[in-house]
């Protein structure tokens, strides 16, 4: 307890260091009439552009800072307050390089000036899918491993399964001479009332879930014979919602998340202070914003809507980027996801039950598949480090996807 109390000091002592760096920045800049250089710092680190500095600040520290560790080098010793950030900062998800939307982004301001790029969209490879298993009930939710070797799935029934990646693979092979392969490793019985998200820890074999009953529950997956949490979090609401810091050391808390809500607002928030950096509001129009994620530099939010669209913003402005049309969601609480590299985006068209995908960038649509539900699923999970994917279905199913 006295190492996370001191690992939430670091963060939090981090954080404020970050956040005082940056409006040195974008004040020294701001004042040397680099107004460009200041809005995009501004922008990029969401450092209020107004922010007041003494003039001279940044160069005075950075002064004191070179003579201060000039005279510890003469005496042989280090005490430079930076030289250990980087080890506190969060490591990107491993899989392949994500895209970026910056390179044609920052060349081209306005949302409604991108050239002209239809034509050019790649080909999002076919896939095989199999069904996997069902729940008793809906099923809600899944989440992969970071290492892509697991999936989770919860359900309306309360119960969580767990899926080992190769086996599920195996399933799609013809019968081998020892029978069927069961993919299902595990199945976890202990909410009580519905499943609603899912994470897996970042370094760990930990997986945590959040449900209806209000409760946070932690499952170490490692344990053969557990089917059920060994650490429970009580809280006050309905839990919609859990996720990881990237360091795996808190939930819900790090350098930025963002949720969608039920007036149609995408909100950023800073995971130290709580407090509400960016609101987006009117997202999505009148209609309910179903989901909201950043991409892999999280400098980017990817939301979807009751209101039939996906769109791209920028994070540090709150501008509309990109727009993807074509699918129709406007009852269920649908998602839009990335693919593992992030060139593809995958949601659902509730009226004609059908998997659609979008090239990124040009937003063309680029394939369309049959889902294979009875009725339209309501969640998507891709691996991480692979073209494969998750659907699950409120015809309670569960279905693999993996490029042929």
Wanted: charged share 20%; net charge neutral.
């Amino acid at each position: 307890m006295e190492n996370n109390s001191i690992s939430s000091e670091q963060t939090v002592q981090d954080g404020k260091l970050y956040r005082h760096l940056n409006s040195l920045i974008v004040s020294h800049l701001r004042h040397n009439n680099l107004t460009q250089a200041a809005t995009a710092v501004a922008s990029a680190t969401m450092t209020p552009l107004n922010v007041e500095a003494p003039p001279n600040k940044l160069l005075e520290l950075v002064a004191k800072g070179l003579a201060a560790e000039k005279d510890d080098v003469s005496r042989g010793t280090s005490s430079s307050p930076f030289q250990d950030l980087g080890a506190s900062l969060p490591l990107p998800r491993p899989g392949a390089t994500a895209i970026d939307f910056r390179q044609i982004f920052y060349t081209c301001p306005s949302v409604f000036s991108l050239p002209d790029l239809k034509g050019s969209s790649k080909g999002f490879p076919k896939h095989e899918t199999r069904h996997l298993s069902e729940h008793k009930n809906v099923a809600r939710c899944a989440r992969f491993s970071p290492d892509g070797r697991f999936v989770a799935t919860g359900s309306a029934d309360t119960s969580i399964k767990l899926f080992e990646v190769t086996k599920i693979k195996q399933t799609l092979l013809p019968d081998s001479k020892d029978g069927p392969v069961r993919s299902v490793v595990k199945t976890y019985y202990d909410h009580i009332q519905p499943v609603n998200d899912l994470d897996f820890h970042p370094q760990g074999t930990i997986l945590v879930s959040g449900a209806k009953d209000q409760t946070i529950k932690f499952f170490d997956i490692s344990k053969t014979n557990a089917k059920r949490s060994y650490r429970v979090i009580q809280d006050t609401h309905n839990v919609r919602s859990v996720s990881f810091h990237p360091s795996g050391d808190f939930l819900l808390a790090g350098a930025m998340y963002v949720t969608a809500s039920k007036d149609g607002a995408i909100r950023l928030w800073d995971g130290i202070t709580a407090n509400c950096v960016r609101s987006i509001t009117a997202a999505h129009g009148t209609a309910e914003a179903t989901s909201a994620i950043f991409t892999r530099d999280q400098r980017f939010v990817l939301s979807c809507g009751k209101d039939s669209t996906i769109k791209l913003w920028e994070a540090g402005s709150g501008r509309l980027v990109k727009q993807y049309l074509g699918a129709v969601h406007t009852q269920l609480r649908c998602q839009a996801i990335f693919n593992a590299t992030e060139e593809f985006i995958l949601s659902i068209d509730e009226l004609n039950n059908e998997v659609v995908i979008w090239d990124a960038m040009t937003t063309d649509i680029v394939a369309k598949w049959p889902s294979n539900h009875v009725g339209a699923p309501r969640w998507l999970e891709h691996s991480p480090v692979e073209s494969a994917f998750i659907s699950c279905g409120t015809d309670r199913s569960i279905r693999f996807w993996k490029e042929v």
